[in-house]
């Protein structure tokens, strides 16, 4: 009977080894995370990639609308690997365009840009919130902040200030290097980057040859003209008199009259003539005279800004240009409370309402992180780890 019991106490055993769930890998999660993580590049928020000009922008045709083509002029490297190698080329559009004058002896862009082309083929477009391949559904960016949706944010631009004269038939040469920002982050298919970079090749500015038209002309030296040319005239004679006899009046015999000189005129010279020179090139440069601008909010409960406290009120901000950053001055009934660094974003539409965006801390506290204004396609980003 004892042995018997044994026998069945093992056999039970077999059983529950057998039908028992195998116990889940603590390393499954882990292993997935990790191959998640590799299989694509995140170009942060903020990036700067340095773009060579493909084709000119020609000054009497430009206008707001006008697709823009640009490739990668350097690498943009991403924790020491390869985000987007130069020769990627980057296609974009002209928002909007000022044209130098007589008084103004600049331009100003302000870019988008729609897509990026790899060396193989794969495309990235950059939608309005989206990076994603060509023909695939975009996915919301996971830096959304729980206050708004980032929708309204351009994902990457340009502004763009020019020296230039009137005088030019070109406002952007080919070669002319723009600086593109990103202002969402770029997400990049690692395998997909990895097979364009060693189809890629690095630019040579050096082969880009100015499109302008102009060419100088050089002087020249007039021609003498050649003097009058004078035929003397004739003196002629005086008249003969003829004494008369006694009681007799003298004969006056007339004498002939003389002729004047004639002259023939020469022929003039011509003029020297000046050498006419083009104008200089196009000079992509910073604006030196950023515009002001200032701008009112207002929050209903205390906040952090960069560190610093912010208590309930009315407040106004003050800043010059458009980015991509700036120092902006957050003043109250006129006094400067503090100054605090800030990404200058550009959006897609107006914004309806000023709107503050705020973050919730772990510890209770609120971050400002973001201000739009009513009726401004711009936003005040404080927040510098993304849209």
Known sequence: MRRLAVVLLFACSVCAAQTAPPQPSSQAP??????SATSRIVVPTGTTVSLAVTEPVWNKTAKPGEDIYTEVAFPVPVNNRMAIPPGTYVQGQIDTLTRPGLFSPHAQFQIHFTKLIFANGYTVLLGDAPNAPAGQSPTQPASTPPHA?????????????????????????????????????????????????????PVQLAQFKSATLCRPIPATSGTPGTPDTVIPGTPGTPPTVIPGGPGMPPTVIPGTPGTPDTVIPGTPGTPDTPEILCPGPPLVTANPKPQSYKELF??????????KQLSAGSYQVSWKGLGPSAQVDILQNGKLIF???????????????????????????????SLRFAAQAFALYFDQRGA
């Open 298 to 307: 207002q929050i209903i409960a205390p906040v952090q800004i960069a560190g």
């Open 30 to 35: 882990t292993q997935t995370r990790s191959t």
């Open 339 to 369: 100054s605090v660094q800030a990404r200058i974003v550009l959006l897609n539409r107006q914004s309806p309402a000023t709107l503050p965006g705020t973050r919730t801390n772990p510890d209770g506290s609120v971050t400002l992180r």
């Open 149 to 201: 949706s980032n929708s309204d944010v351009i994902p990457a631009v340009a502004n763009v200030y020019v020296e230039v004269s009137a005088a030019n038939d070109i406002l952007l040469d080919n070669g002319t290097q723009i600086d593109m920002v990103l202002q969402l982050p770029l997400r990049l298919d690692a395998a997909s980057v990895s097979a364009a970079v060693s189809a890629s090749h």
